[in-house]
């Protein structure tokens, strides 16, 4: 059975589970998120709450994904963050080479914008700035639209001072659904969710691609230069390592399920044999868009007068990541389906100057041989009882080698261990004989250099889980003079985070300015109503 094979059926049981549900809810996957405040230095997290659920259960999706879209329609940022139980607690980083303007965040899982684009995919705008690359900058900005202080929100100041303390009275409800304090954001006209009806023109076609496990890299090449039986080889790489192949289907796509790896930093990717590659290419998780003609992102001003106000968004931008950053260091096993029958730790031998001089010298599982003038390798078939007629798979923190002459050559000085399969070798439909796989010490390749044709890409993978968020936006310890430059006092979606008797304390930070209180409540019925309420820090 190939791995299209597998990837049919589990698209199959997606839409046969899906089915009973679509009886009795025919909206597919519905997404929701929420974020702390809207105005974000280059560097910074957005800080997204999010969930994914089909009726009222949690979807089967495992991955929920945030993006940034430029005005132009273009994907600059994506964060693909995990879900328990359709619920997840993460961050997107915003990249710091992007231009000061107002981007479109939006969150959608693999199947959901595809279900039903309303509420499948959702979004609302946020704005960014690069002290490098700074808006236009005007006399006199345009005041945007003007807060309507809610009479139901009640504040035990309306002029703060930097380290008092301020009590906000909620609005009562039968339920308290988001609940947040952050500094205002007086650059953006339109402000809360949009919708999908009102931002897009059509959404372009895409078959479902289910991801009941972990995420999914889609590849494709070109459709005229489509080879059905050639096999493509797809390495990623971060603490751990792993392979996956796939052929490309008659339309050119390629599914490599990634399934228990999760967090990676780049992947290569290789044709069999170091084949080229210029038809070749990764397929974003982002589903495509066209925005509608009457769309306007809006524009980004500054004038002189908010030049005060930058500079202590600025401060918070920076020191906002220090107080929090511990995530789930498990290190998830890694199924690839290699089960060494011998390893040798390279350190308990000599070290020789070439990879061919320590086989020939102190492994014998594996024998050196020259055809055509080239070096290759022959590994022991421990089942046949007799040596393999070809080279074995070899390689080198599962990046496939296909140069045994190079690899013979190569000084082992950084490889860790070398891991020995002695018999034939089964990746999906592959069949190899025998496989030969070297480890370095950092898991960099050893200084083994990429194959020619190799494609390298920086293609993050799945977010390390967030183990503890609690103190995420307390105040600083006062004892220990830390100034207190937080631009987000209090926020109800941090998890085990509860509003008491409808009433909270916050302490005022530093920075100086104007500061939002937002409060979405739920009726009885499930309809959702909007409180907003400003002070100032003085």
């Known amino acids: 059975m190939t791995k299209m094979d597998k990837f049919s059926i589990l698209l199959i049981l997606f839409l046969s589970v899906c089915k009973v549900s679509f009886a009795q809810e025919s909206t597919g996957e519905r997404v929701d998120f929420s974020i702390p405040k809207t105005v974000y230095f280059g560097g910074e997290r957005v800080w997204i709450a999010s969930e994914a659920m089909r009726g009222d259960s949690p979807s089967e999706s495992k991955i929920i994904y945030a993006e940034l879209v430029n005005r132009?329609?273009?994907?600059?940022?994506?964060?693909?963050?995990?879900?328990?139980?359709?619920?997840?607690?993460?961050?997107?980083?915003?990249?710091?080479?992007?231009p000061s303007d107002n981007y479109l965040l939006r969150v959608f899982t693999r199947v959901s914008p595809y279900q039903n684009l309303e509420e499948g995919l959702v979004q609302q705008f946020i704005t960014i700035f690069n002290r490098t690359v700074p808006p236009t900058v005007v006399s006199e900005r345009k005041k945007s639209v003007q807060v309507q202080n809610s009479s139901?929100?009640?504040?035990?100041?309306?002029?703060?001072?930097?380290?008092?303390?301020?009590?906000?009275?909620?609005?009562?409800?039968?339920?308290?659904?988001?609940?947040?304090?952050?500094?205002?954001?007086?650059?953006?006209?339109?402000?809360?969710?949009?919708?999908?009806?009102?931002?897009?023109?059509?959404?372009?076609?895409?078959?479902?691609?289910?991801?009941?496990?972990?995420?999914?890299?889609?590849?494709?090449?070109?459709?005229?230069?489509?080879?059905?039986?050639?096999?493509?080889?797809l390495s990623l790489h971060g603490e751990k390592s792993a392979l996956f192949t796939d052929r490309p289907d008659a339309d050119g796509s390629m599914f490599f399920d990634a399934g228990g790896m999760k967090n990676w930093k780049y992947l290569v990717a290789q044709a069999d044999g170091n084949g080229s590659l210029l038809d070749f290419g990764i397929v974003s998780p982002a589903p495509v868009t066209h925005f509608k003609s009457d769309f306007i992102f809006p524009e980004l001003e500054i004038s002189p007068a908010d030049q005060d106000y930058l500079k202590e968004l600025l401060k918070g931008g920076q020191v906002e990541g220090y107080f929090v950053n511990e995530f789930d260091a498990t290190l998830f096993p890694v199924v690839t389906g290699l089960l060494e029958d011998k390893t040798y730790l390279l350190d308990d031998y000599t070290r020789f100057e070439t990879v061919a001089t320590v086989i020939k010298e102190y492994v014998p599982e594996i024998r050196n041989k020259t055809v055509k003038k080239k070096r290759e390798f022959r590994v022991l078939d421990d089942v046949m009882d007799a040596g393999f007629d070809s080279n074995p798979l070899m390689l080198v923190d599962a990046l496939p080698v296909f140069d045994s002459d190079l690899l013979a050559?190569?000084?082992?000085?950084?490889?860790?261990?070398?891991?020995?399969?002695?018999?034939?070798?089964?990746?999906?439909?592959?069949?190899?004989?025998?496989?030969?796989?070297?480890?370095?010490?950092?898991?960099?390749?050893?200084?083994?250099?990429?194959?020619?044709?190799?494609?390298?890409?920086?293609?993050?993978?799945?977010?390390?889980?967030?183990?503890?968020?609690?103190?995420?936006?307390?105040?600083?310890?006062?004892?220990?003079?830390?100034?207190?430059?937080?631009?987000?006092?209090?926020?109800?979606?941090?998890?085990?985070?509860?509003?008491s008797d409808n009433s909270i304390e916050i302490t005022i930070p530093d920075l100086k300015g104007t500061y939002q209180i937002t409060v979405v409540t739920k009726t009885a019925q499930g309809a959702s109503k909007e409180y907003m309420k400003t002070f100032e820090v003085k």
């Open 152 to 233: 139901e929100i009640v504040l035990s100041n309306k002029v703060n001072a930097p380290g008092s303390k301020l009590t906000i009275e909620l609005p009562p409800s039968t339920e308290l659904d988001v609940v947040s304090v952050a500094a205002s954001n007086p650059f953006l006209s339109t402000q809360g969710m949009i919708s999908s009806a009102v931002a897009y023109g059509s959404l372009e076609k895409h078959s479902l691609v289910p991801e009941l496990f972990g995420h999914v890299i889609e590849a494709r090449v070109d459709e005229a230069a489509v080879d059905t039986t050639k096999l493509y080889y």
């Open 72 to 98: 132009y329609n273009e994907s600059v940022a994506v964060a693909k963050m995990p879900l328990e139980e359709g619920r997840s607690f993460n961050f997107l980083l915003i990249p710091t080479n992007l």
């Open 409 to 499: 050559e190569f000084d082992p000085a950084n490889f860790k261990k070398l891991d020995i399969l002695k018999r034939t070798f089964f990746l999906n439909e592959e069949k190899f004989s025998g496989v030969m796989s070297f480890s370095s010490y950092k898991n960099d390749f050893g200084g083994f250099p990429i194959p020619s044709n190799g494609i390298y890409l920086d293609y993050e993978g799945i977010q390390p889980k967030v183990v503890s968020a609690q103190s995420l936006f307390d105040s600083p310890d006062q004892e220990k003079n830390i100034m207190d430059w937080r631009t987000v006092l209090y926020w109800s979606e941090i998890p085990e985070t509860t509003s």
